[in-house]
């Protein structure tokens, strides 16, 4: 019976899982972007502090981002974070195909779903709540074309620098991009009250219209700086920790 109760207790007081998969938040094609050294490990390695800070010992927080990641390269991994048994289950999907020009967010949504359904497909008995985190927009500058098409001084000899365009093209680049978040927040909203224990973590609806304001959240643009990293880690922990 001691041996019993000591097994129980043990279990009860082992740290829960929160495993981080995806990539960041940021509408980017990879080729405008880069690993962020400005945080060591980014916006996972926050939430990791922040939980540990307010609930001290109760969470694990194991980072399997990878940079670059899709809903199609993510199935490939989708059975290794099973198998880590985790509590929580943080998803930053999709942020990669909303980039590309003509991208379909109910399209991009419905691989999501598949996702999600399988990562809340009980496990020994375990069955993980999913945190979605909502994507949002770079901050671009001036002279910047469509995403993917890459960075000043890429191009072959003779045909200038892709990404310029003529002036005025980034506020129309820049407003298309935030309609197709905008309505890919709202797939993933209706996603995470179609399945029950998933989590839509809203950053767009706070993340600022301003581009002087935006652009303190980026680094270039593309990636997040350490005050974005520090504003997705907080809205994570916070959601995590009403659960």
């Known amino acids: 019976m001691l041996g019993l109760l000591c097994t129980t207790w043990l279990a009860a007081a082992a740290p829960l899982p929160v495993v981080a998969v995806g990539d960041g938040p940021v509408v980017a094609p990879l080729n405008n972007t880069a690993p962020d050294q400005t945080v060591p490990g980014g916006w996972v390695t926050v939430l990791a502090d922040c939980l540990e800070e307010r609930q001290p010992a109760r969470f694990t927080v194991v980072d399997r981002v990878v940079l670059g990641e899709t809903t199609a390269t993510f199935k490939e991994r989708l059975e ?3 198998e880590l048994r985790p509590s929580w289950v943080v998803v930053a999907l999709g942020a990669r195909e909303l980039a590309q020009e003509g991208s379909q967010p109910a399209a991009i949504r419905a691989e999501l779903e598949t996702i999600v359904t399988q990562l809340r497909a009980k496990t020994r008995k375990i069955r ?6 909502g994507p949002v927009s770079p901050a671009l500058e001036p ?4 995403p993917g098409e890459g960075r000043p001084g890429e191009g072959r000899p003779g045909e200038g620098r892709p990404g310029e365009g003529k002036e005025g093209d980034e506020g129309s680049e820049q407003a298309s991009l935030d309609a197709r978040i905008g309505a890919y927040n709202a797939q993933l909203t209706e996603l995470a009250a179609s399945i029950e224990g998933v989590t839509f973590v809203d950053l767009w ?4 219209r301003e581009p002087s304001r935006r652009s303190g959240l980026t680094v270039g643009g593309w990636t997040l700086s350490d005050q974005g990293h520090a504003r997705v880690a907080a809205a994570v922990c916070d959601a995590v920790l009403a659960e």
């Open 80 to 82: 290794p974070v099973r």
């Open 205 to 208: 609806s706070g993340w600022p």
């Open 143 to 146: 002279g910047e074309g469509r």
């Open 128 to 133: 993980p709540e999913v945190l979605l985190i």
